[in-house]
C-alpha cells in the first residue's frame, strides 16, 4: 500500500507504508518549515495514534520546537488551538475516515487553516533536503501538555453570537450520539449535555476500535438510525474520527443528508445575518456542494462562491472574501465567528440552536429547505486518459449548460448539474450528479457515464 501525500497531508497504513522513519521525516521538515517554533499537537484516538504521537513528539523536541499537546481530540479543536495560542504550526495525528489500518498527519499553518497548495510546495521541498539539523540537549524544546483545550472549544461553541444556550435548554431534545470510538466520545456528549440535552450514547469509549465503517454514511450508520427510534429521540449525530464532519439522523431513523446539514446551518445563519442592518460577507462552498445553498443564499441576498473541492479551498476563499459562513457537502460546517475550519461541534451547536427556535422536528425542518437529490458514482477509465475524456464531454457540452473547470468539469444545466473529478490516486473519474428529483440525478450519471466510456 502506497504513501499518500496530498494537500490534505500525509496518510498510509501503519507499517507497510506510514513507518516511523516516513513520520520523522515528515515531522523534521515540518518544523524546520514552522522555523522551528511552537507546535500544537492532537490525535484522534486511533489505536496507533499514541505510538505515532511520541514520534512526532519527540522529533519536533529534538528540533527545537515547543510541543503543546492536547491529547486525544477533534481535528477542529487542533486548529483552534493554534490560533488561540498564536503557535507556529499544527500537526493532527489522523486518518479522517479511513480505516483502522490508517493513520496519518495533517499539517496547519499559523493561521489554524490546513497548509494550501503553495505552502504544501515549499513544505515538501524541505522534506526532500536531507539531512535534518537535530539541536544538542541544551537547546531541544518543551513538552506542554493541555489536555484541557477540549473544553475551551466547547466554551467557544457556546459562546457564538447566534447561540441562546437557555432557549435550547428549554426545549429538552433528547439526542443519540455515535462517535465511532473516536475523538468525539467526550467532546460531543459534554456539549450535549451543556445544551441540556438527554444524550444516549453510542461508541463514544475513546478506544479507537471503530465499531462500523468509520465514514459516517448512511450504510454505515443503521445501527445509529435504528437506535434513534428504538430511544423515540429527537435526533441522531454522527461524526468521523477526527470530528470535522457532522451527520444528522431526524426523529424517524432516516438520514438527514450530509448536503443538508450545510444547507440547514446555512440557512439558519443568513435568517441571523438577514436581520442586520447592513448585510455582509458571502457565503462559500465548494462546487459539489447542493444547489439548495444558492437558493437559500438567493432568498435571503447574499452571493455564492464556489471552490474546488478540499477544505482548504474553501476555509482560504473564506478568509480571503470575509465570508459569513460556509463549508463542504460533506457535512462540513465551516462558520468564520468560531474559527474558519471544518467543524463539527460548531455544527452540532447551530443545529440545535436551529431546531430549539424552528419548534418543529428535524424531518420538518428539511422540508422547509429547496428539495434535491444527489447521485454519486465512479467509473474506471483503464488505460485512457482521463483529462481526454473531461476534454471531450466540455467540447461536446459546451453550449448546453454553464462550464467551471476549476476542478475537473462541472456543467450547470437550468434545474441540475453534473460534476466530473478525475481522482488522484486511482484511474477513476467521480460523477456527482443533482436534480430535483433522485430519477433525474441517477440519469445524469447514467447520461455521464456512457459519454466517459465513449
Not at 496518510?11 to 507504508?17: A, F, I, L, N, Y
Not at 492536547?70 to 481535528?75: A, E, F, K, L, Q
Request: aromatic share 6%.
Amino acid at each position: 500500500m502506497s504513501l499518500m501525500v496530498s494537500i490534505s497531508g500525509l496518510r498510509g497504513v501503519v507499517g507497510p507504508s506510514l513507518t516511523p522513519e516516513v513520520i520523522v521525516r515528515y515531522t523534521a521538515a515540518y518544523a524546520e518549515y514552522c522555523n522551528r517554533g511552537t507546535i500544537v499537537l492532537g490525535r484522534d484516538g486511533r489505536i496507533t495514534g499514541k505510538s505515532i504521537g511520541h514520534i512526532v513528539s519527540s522529533t519536533l523536541l529534538a528540533m527545537g520546537c515547543d510541543v503543546v499537546a492536547i491529547g486525544v481530540c477533534p481535528t477542529p479543536t487542533v486548529q483552534l488551538a493554534v490560533e488561540k495560542k498564536k503557535a507556529a504550526g499544527g500537526i493532527s495525528i489522523t486518518a479522517s475516515h479511513n480505516p483502522i489500518e490508517w493513520n496519518g498527519l495533517k499539517f496547519l499553518a499559523p493561521t489554524g487553516l490546513f497548509l494550501d497548495a503553495d505552502e504544501n510546495k515549499a513544505f515538501w521541498s524541505i522534506v526532500e533536503r536531507q539531512p535534518r539539523t537535530y539541536l544538542p540537549w541544551d537547546r531541544q524544546g518543551r513538552h506542554t501538555p493541555d489536555p484541557g483545550f477540549l473544553d475551551e472549544h466547547i466554551q467557544n461553541v457556546l459562546s457564538l453570537p447566534y447561540i441562546d444556550i437557555g432557549r435550547v435548554r428549554q426545549r429538552g431534545l433528547r439526542v443519540v450520539v455515535d462517535c465511532v470510538n473516536g475523538a468525539g466520545g467526550v467532546i460531543v456528549p459534554k456539549l450535549l449535555r451543556e445544551f441540556g440535552c438527554d444524550v444516549v450514547e453510542m461508541n463514544c469509549d475513546l478506544s479507537g476500535i471503530f465499531a462500523h465503517t468509520p465514514e459516517p454514511i448512511p450504510e454505515n450508520l443503521t445501527d445509529l438510525c435504528r437506535r434513534v427510534k428504538e430511544e423515540k429521540a429527537d435526533l441522531g449525530i454522527a461524526v468521523d474520527p477526527d470530528v470535522d464532519r457532522l451527520v444528522l439522523i431526524n426523529e424517524k431513523g432516516e438520514p438527514f443528508g450530509e448536503e443538508y446539514t450545510i444547507a440547514s446551518v446555512v440557512k439558519f445563519v443568513l435568517e441571523k445575518e438577514s436581520s442586520r442592518s447592513v448585510k455582509s460577507g458571502s457565503v462559500v462552498v465548494n462546487l459539489s456542494t447542493t444547489r439548495a445553498v444558492d437558493d437559500i443564499a438567493a432568498k435571503f441576498g447574499y452571493k455564492i462562491v464556489r471552490t474546488a473541492v478540499g477544505e482548504i479551498n474553501v476555509a482560504k476563499t473564506m478568509k480571503e472574501i470575509g465570508a459569513v459562513v460556509g463549508g463542504e457537502g460533506s457535512g462540513g460546517v465551516i462558520l468564520p465567528a468560531s474559527h474558519i475550519g471544518r467543524d463539527a461541534p460548531v455544527g452540532i451547536g447551530l443545529t440545535l440552536q436551529h431546531l430549539a427556535e424552528f419548534g418543529g422536528t428535524l424531518s420538518e425542518l428539511k422540508q422547509t429547505m429547496p428539495q434535491y437529490h444527489i447521485t454519486k458514482e465512479k467509473i474506471g477509465v483503464g488505460n485512457s486518459s482521463p483529462d481526454e475524456a473531461l476534454n471531450r464531454i466540455k467540447g461536446k457540452f459546451f453550449s448546453a449548460g454553464n462550464i467551471n473547470t476549476v476542478d475537473g468539469l462541472k456543467i450547470d444545466f437550468p434545474t441540475s448539474w453534473v460534476h466530473l473529478r478525475k481522482s488522484n490516486t486511482e484511474p477513476i473519474i467521480r460523477i456527482i450528479a443533482e436534480a430535483p428529483t433522485k430519477q433525474e440525478a441517477d440519469e445524469l450519471v447514467g447520461t455521464f457515464t456512457k459519454e466517459i466510456a465513449g
